[in-house]
């Protein structure tokens, strides 16, 4: 059975850097075509794709956000990481880390975690 | 903005038939049949009800469909039941560089 846990701050200040972990079991990061992905959703806002690794160490950001983001994996913790620099009120947002089902169709997200609120504020 | 265009609300009765929309371009969805589609209930992650523009996962109802003509892809919902209300996002595939991007969302009410 997979199941994702995101976990990290609740509160940033604006400018900081915030730093998530998606802990996930049921799979390995290691297995080919394997990835995790990140998806966040400011208050009643829609979803935003953020970034996604693959088992390989490939990496994909959102243009929009590339900057701003690197996620990184560790294969022996069953976990993925997340920063996203300079923190600003816009980003205040429940964040999601998700399982695609394979590389070949990075929409297809089957498994997510329960989504973790971050607010940025001073 | 969103990158794909969706309606803001959709609504109607139980046991009617509703389509959502999902206009994006030549970029996503008109050139990779790799759409899907999300069910959100407020304080919900999403749940996946439609990938590779038409295919349901195991468990989603057949009351589901998707389909897709040019840059449009569309998600038709028959037999509404009041389980059926909540958001509704596409989300396709944009290429190497964008890679992803999701839909501004629908909010279907069941009237």
């Known amino acids: 059975q997979i199941t994702l846990k995101e976990s990290g701050p609740t509160l940033v200040k604006p400018t900081q850097t915030l730093t998530l972990t998606c802990t996930f079991s049921?799979?390995?990061?290691?297995?080919?075509?394997?990835?995790v992905g990140w998806i966040r959703q400011p208050p009643g806002k829609a979803l935003e794709w953020l970034a996604l690794i693959y088992w390989d160490d490939d990496k994909r950001y959102s243009p929009s956000l590339k900057s701003r983001l690197t996620i990184t994996k560790d294969t022996s913790k069953n976990q993925v990481v997340l920063t996203m620099t300079n923190m600003d009120p816009v980003d205040t947002a429940t964040y999601y880390c998700?399982?695609?089902?394979?590389?070949?169709?990075?929409?297809?997200?089957?498994?997510w975690g329960q989504g973790t609120l971050v607010t940025v504020s001073s | 903005q969103s990158a794909l265009t969706q309606p803001a609300s959709v609504s109607g009765s139980p046991g009617q038939s509703i389509t959502i929309s999902c206009t994006g371009t030549s970029s996503d969805v008109g050139s990779y049949n790799l759409v899907s589609w999300y069910q959100q209930h407020p304080g919900k992650a999403p749940k996946l009800m439609i990938y590779?523009?038409?295919k349901r996962p195991s468990g989603v109802s057949n009351r589901f469909s998707g389909s897709k003509s040019g840059n449009t892809a569309s998600l038709t919902i028959s037999g509404l039941q009041a389980e059926d209300e909540a958001d509704y996002y596409c989300c396709s595939y944009a290429g190497s560089s964008t890679y992803v991007v999701f839909g501004g969302g629908t909010k279907l009410t069941v009237l």
């Open positions: 590779e523009g038409s």
């Open positions: 049921g799979f390995s990061l290691s297995t080919s075509g394997v990835g």
């Open positions: 998700a399982h695609p089902y394979d590389y070949g169709d990075p929409t297809r997200f089957d498994y």
